[in-house]
């Protein structure tokens, strides 16, 4: 596990993504904070629509229309992404921070081969002879698992297996030894097996290069076995940050407590899986006050008022652990139930 003494390769700070559609004005992303620490693992964690994946692009700067970034700062190594030029943006992209997609296949050209497509890296970002590229690219493939690949850097996207084509994208990913790789789903479409041996080979490269991982995912076995630290994202915010293991040991938030309540248990046997009430916001017409106290139970046990009208800030919990919640902050009109003395 990776402990936080350097300085953040990566720190976003109130970053607002938002969609501007006939119907409203979808906030995505809504003041989001996070870091990530040179060599760790960041698990971005929450239901589908919560924001993780436009947050992956707003730190590219790959939001389309009629999304846009509305204010913030992303800062990599110190310096403000949303203020470098789009010049700046492309060479930083591929040399310095890369990103694989939920969907590999889709996300390479299907009209030229697999090696073309990582030669191509080589070329615009290196100064390297199309032979050289070609034989690094060979090394690759080999090196991220992909059987005879002296043959399969001549094959066409088609012809490449999920689990094959999200090998070459993460060969992709790491041509250039990059510094931060953001994994967006990386192995949702995969059947078991072949998951397990993506992020095995994610983990041994991540190890032996020392590379960042933003792992975005909704699955809480993926964290638990790939990061060292996880934040939860609910409609649009980060409500809870933790190490991995604390998190697990003890989550706080309640909706992080719904979340790992409603994972299923090998060995155990339940006559149902525990849910969590109630549905997701819609993110044009946001709820007041804290946006999980619609469907939260202990907001209804501690009968807090505040939680409807009144949203809470990011607080720190111990020392690395965070919560957006009332239950643990005290306010003009409550005291909370659950503050410990230690809470800043």
Request: hydrophobic fraction near 40%.
């Amino acid at each position: 596990m990776t402990e936080n003494n350097s300085e953040p390769l990566l720190e976003v700070k109130n970053l607002k993504t938002y969609f501007h559609t006939d119907d409203g004005i979808v906030k995505a992303v809504d003041g989001v904070d996070f870091c990530v620490y040179p060599g760790e693992v960041l698990g971005l964690v929450g239901e589908s629509g919560c924001g993780k994946s436009v947050t992956s692009f707003s730190v590219m700067r790959l939001v389309d229309s009629p999304g846009r970034i509305e204010e913030g700062e992303i800062f990599f190594e110190g310096k403000d992404l949303l203020k470098i030029s789009e010049k700046e943006m492309v060479k930083l992209r591929g040399e310095h921070i890369t990103m694989i997609f939920q969907q590999p296949q889709t996300s390479l050209n299907p009209v030229f081969t697999i090696g073309d497509q990582i030669v191509e890296v080589f070329q615009i970002h290196s100064d390297i002879s199309k032979e050289e590229a070609k034989e690094k690219a060979i090394q690759l493939l080999e090196k991220v698992g992909i059987a005879d690949p002296h043959k399969k850097i001549n094959a066409y996207p088609h012809e490449m297996s999920g689990g094959q084509a999200q090998r070459v994208m993460i060969a992709m990913g790491l041509a250039l030894n990059t510094q931060l790789l953001i994994a967006d789903e990386p192995t949702t479409a995969l059947d078991v097996t072949i998951q397990a041996q993506i992020l095995d080979l994610l983990r041994d490269l991540q190890e032996s290069t020392g590379t960042s991982i933003i792992l975005i995912t909704h699955d809480l076995g993926v964290i638990a076995e790939m990061a060292d630290r996880i934040a939860i994202m609910y409609a649009g915010r980060v409500v809870e940050e933790a190490p991995v293991l604390e998190f697990f040991k003890n989550p706080i938030h309640p909706y992080s407590q719904g979340l790992i309540a409603s994972v299923p248990i090998l060995g155990v046997v339940k006559d149902s899986l525990e849910t969590i009430p109630g549905n997701v916001p819609n993110l044009i017409d946001l709820p007041a006050g804290c946006r999980f106290a619609p469907r939260c139970i202990l907001r209804e046990k501690y009968n807090l008022e505040v939680c409807t009208h009144v949203e809470p800030d990011l607080i720190s919990w111990e020392d690395r652990h965070t919560v957006r919640c009332w239950l643990y902050e005290d306010s003009d009109e409550h005291k909370a139930p659950l503050k410990k003395s230690t809470t800043k």
